[in-house]
C-alpha cells in the first residue's frame, strides 16, 4: 500500500538493492553463508511444519479412501481421484457451489461498496469522526460466536426483534433462518454486517495515502464531486481495491461459523456452501468421511489460491 | 477474526494438526494428572500400575461423586485410575488418533451410538474378549452396542426422550392430559390449546443427528423401519410434524432449534408440550411452573420407541492383552448393582438393569415415567444398522427439514432420502 502516485518507483529502486544482495552474497565466504541458513532454518521448519505438511496430508487424505478402520490402521488405499469424483457427483455439489459463489460474490460486492461509503464520508474528519469509524469497528472485534447467535436470535421467526419491528409495520413475519428462500440471504446479510469494518480500515486508509493536491488540481480543472470521484479516487485507489477484494475473498471462500451457527448449512442444506459441507463431511457426523471431506477442502483452497494468481496478474500488468 | 474460521482446513488439516499434536495429546492425558500422579507412583510401587479412563463428563471435576467412585474401583482392583475428561464429540476424535498411535485408554466410556463406529474401527474388544457379563443389562439398551453378533461394551445408564407438559396451560385449555393417547387425541389437545392463545408444542428438527434423535420416537412410534423410511408409516410420521406447522400448533423455529433453544422456549411458559430429556429434569424444577412428563405416544396409542441415549463403557483394544484382566474388573465394579445406583443417580441417568431400575424408582417416584420411557426405548444403532445408521440418519433429518420448510412434500422428502439412504448403505 506505497504511495499510489510514486507506483511506479518502488519496484525500480526495489529491484536493483536486490540484485545487488545477490552478487555480494556470491562472494562471501562459507561460514557466512552457513549463518545465512541458521537465519533462515526458523522459518522453513516453521513453514514446513505449520503449512506444507498440513497441505500435503489435506492432499493425502483426499486421494485416498479413508474408512475409520483404515484411519486407524493407517492403511487407506489410495484411489486416486476416486473421492473427487465422489463429491462432484453428489447431488449437493450443485447448491452447494452455487451457494457458495452466492454468498462470495454478494458478500463482497455489499461489504465493498459500503465500506467504500463509509471510508468516503470519514475521510471528511468531521467532529466525533473518530468515535463513529470505532463504532463501526465493533462487528470486527466482536467473537464470531457471539455475533452469530446474537442475529440468529433477531431474526428467529417466531420471538426475532426483526420480525417483530416488521410486525409493527403490518408485514408478515419472513422465516428467515427455516425457509430455503431466506436462509442463505440471511447469512449473506450477518456476514455484510460482519465484513464492513475489514473494507472501512483498509480502504480509508487507502484514501489518506492520495495526495489532496492532486484533488485541488482536479478542482481548479473543474471538475465536480462525481468526476472527482470516477476520475481521480476510483482509478487511484484502485490497487488497495484490489488487495481488499482479494482479501475478502479468501476469508469470504471460507467463512463457516457465521452459516454454521445460524443455519447449520440448512433447513435441507439451503445455506450449505463448501466450507460447512467439507465440516459436515469430516466431522459433523457420527460416522466421519474424511477422504470426501478432505476433498471439498482442497477445491475450496484451489478456488482460493486461482483468484490469487489472477491477482497477481493484473499487478504485474499494472506494472509494465 | 475470521481467519480463524475452522471450515476450509478443517476437514483435513485438523486431523493433520491433531495428528501432530496427538503425540502431545497422549503427553497431556498423563501430564493432567500430574496432582494424581503423584499418588500414582507412590501406589504403583504397592504393585499395580496405573489405568487411563476417559470419559465424556468433564462437568465432574476430581472432587465430584463419580471421579471418586472411578478412584475407589481402581483401589478394589490393587490400581491407580488415571482418568481424563473430553468433551462427547471430542472423544470420538481422541479416542480415534489415540488408537492409531497405538496408546488408546484402558477403559473408555463413550456415546452409545459411536459405539458401532469404533467396533467397525477395531478399536474395542467384544465381550467374547474382555469377559465383561452382560446378562442383567437390559436386552433393548445392550443392542445399542452389539453389531455382527458381538457385544461391544456395557451400559453405564440410559436416558431418552418423553414429552414435559405445563400444566397451567392444559389447565387454560381445558385439556385432561389423560386424553392425550395417541397422534390423534395429543393432535386435538394441540388445537385446544391453540384455541386457547397459546402454543402448542415444541421440539427441535435442526439439520443434526439432533434433529433425527427427536424425530426417531414420532417415526418408530408410526411403526416404520430406518431400512425403509419411504413406507406410509414413515410418511405418516412427516406429516405429522408439518401439519402441526402449517397450522400453527408447533412454531416454524423448531426447524433451528437445538433441543437446547427448544427447551429454552418451553421454560418460557406459553408452550403446553415439549419433546426433551431426561437431562432437563433439574432445569424443569427450575423453571417456575408447574410441569408433567408422559411418554412420547404412539400413532394408534401407547408408548411409541425413543431413541436411548447415554453412554456404554468399553475396553479399547491394547497391544498388552493381559491388561484386559484388570480393566474388566474396573468395568464391572463401575457397572455393578450396588454401583449403579450411585452412578446413575450422579449422572442423572436410568439404570440399565431392572433391579437398579427398581430401585431408582423407590427413591424418587417421579422417575416412574422415565424408566417406562426407557424400558420402550431402542438404540439408533440397534437392528445390527450399526455404521449403516449415521448414512440413513442424515438423509432423514435432511427430508423432515425439507419437508417443514415446504420445499419438499413429506411423501417426496422421504422418498427422496430412502434413494439417497440406499445407495449411501450399499
Known sequence: MNHVTQAPAPPAAARAPAAGRGRRAMARPPSRQWAAWAFLAPVVVYLAVFYAYPLYRNLDLSLRDYTVRSFVRGDAPFTGTANYAKVVADPTFGPALWHTVVFTVVSLAFQFTIGLALAMFFHRNFRLSATLRALFLVPWLLPLIVSSSTWSWMLNSDSGVVNAVLGAFGAAPVHWLTSPDWSLWSVVIANIWIGIPFNLVVLYSGLQAIDPVIYEAAELDGANGSQRFWRVTFPLLRPVSAITLLLGLVYTLKVFDIIWIMTRGGPSGSSTTFATWSYRLGFGNLLPAFGPGAAVGNLLIVMALVFGLVYIRLQRRQAF | ?426
Open chain 2, 1 to 426: 477474526m475470521r481467519s480463524a474460521a475452522p471450515g476450509r482446513h478443517l476437514a483435513g488439516l485438523a486431523i493433520a494438526a491433531l495428528a501432530v499434536a496427538s503425540g502431545l495429546a497422549g503427553c497431556s492425558s498423563s501430564g493432567d494428572s500430574t496432582g494424581a500422579g503423584a499418588q500414582a507412583s507412590s501406589s504403583q510401587a504397592a504393585g499395580g500400575g496405573a489405568y487411563t479412563i476417559w470419559d465424556p463428563y468433564p462437568q465432574h471435576d476430581k472432587s465430584s461423586d463419580w471421579v471418586k467412585l472411578l478412584e475407589s474401583c481402581g483401589t478394589q482392583a490393587g490400581v491407580t485410575v488415571e482418568r481424563t475428561a473430553y468433551d462427547t464429540t471430542d472423544l470420538t476424535n481422541k479416542t480415534l488418533l489415540a488408537a492409531q498411535q497405538g496408546n488408546a485408554p484402558d477403559v473408555l466410556i463413550v456415546d452409545n451410538p459411536v459405539v458401532s463406529t469404533l467396533a467397525e474401527a477395531g478399536v474395542l474388544t467384544s465381550t467374547e474378549e474382555n469377559k465383561l457379563d452382560t446378562s442383567a443389562v437390559a436386552p433393548n439398551l445392550l443392542a445399542a452396542g452389539q453389531s455382527g453378533g458381538k457385544t461391544y461394551g456395557v451400559p453405564i445408564g440410559a436416558n431418552t426422550l418423553a414429552l414435559y407438559y405445563n400444566k397451567g396451560v392444559l389447565k387454560k385449555a381445558g385439556v385432561d392430559v389423560a386424553s392425550v393417547k395417541d397422534w390423534a387425541s395429543l393432535t386435538a389437545a394441540l388445537e385446544k390449546v391453540k384455541a386457547a392463545g397459546k402454543k402448542g408444542i415444541t421440539f427441535s428438527a435442526i439439520g443434526t443427528e439432533e434433529g433425527s434423535f427427536q424425530f426417531l420416537p414420532w417415526f418408530w412410534g408410526s411403526g416404520a423401519q430406518l431400512t425403509k423410511l419411504d413406507s406410509p408409516e414413515g410418511v405418516s410420521a412427516v406429516a405429522l410434524w408439518t401439519d402441526w406447522l402449517k397450522k400453527g400448533y408447533a412454531p416454524n423455529s423448531v426447524i433451528n432449534n437445538t433441543q437446547t433453544t427448544s427447551w429454552q422456549e418451553f421454560a418460557g411458559g406459553d408452550f403446553a408440550f415439549a419433546e426433551n430429556g431426561t437431562w432437563q429434569l433439574a432445569n424443569a424444577e427450575k423453571a417456575g411452573f408447574e410441569y408433567g412428563i408422559i411418554p412420547v405416544p404412539a400413532k394408534d396409542g401407547g408408548t411409541a420407541p425413543a431413541p436411548t441415549g447415554g453412554e456404554f463403557v468399553s475396553i479399547p483394544v491394547q497391544q498388552d492383552t493381559a491388561r484386559y484382566a484388570v480393566s474388566q474388573k474396573l468395568v464391572a465394579c463401575l457397572t455393578s448393582t450396588d454401583n449403579s445406583l450411585s452412578t446413575t443417580t450422579t449422572l442423572s441417568y436410568i439404570a440399565p438393569t431392572e433391579e437398579v431400575q427398581a430401585k431408582q424408582v423407590e427413591q424418587n417416584a417421579g422417575l416412574k415415567v422415565w424408566v417406562e420411557a426407557v424400558k420402550a426405548a431402542k438404540g439408533r444403532t440397534s437392528d445390527d444398522l450399526g455404521t449403516k445408521y449415521p448414512k440413513i440418519s442424515e438423509p432423514m433429518w435432511n427430508a423432515v427439514q425439507a419437508a417443514l420448510s415446504g420445499s419438499k412434500s413429506p411423501q417426496q422428502a422421504m422418498a427422496e432420502a430412502q434413494t439417497a439412504a440406499a445407495s449411501a448403505t450399499q
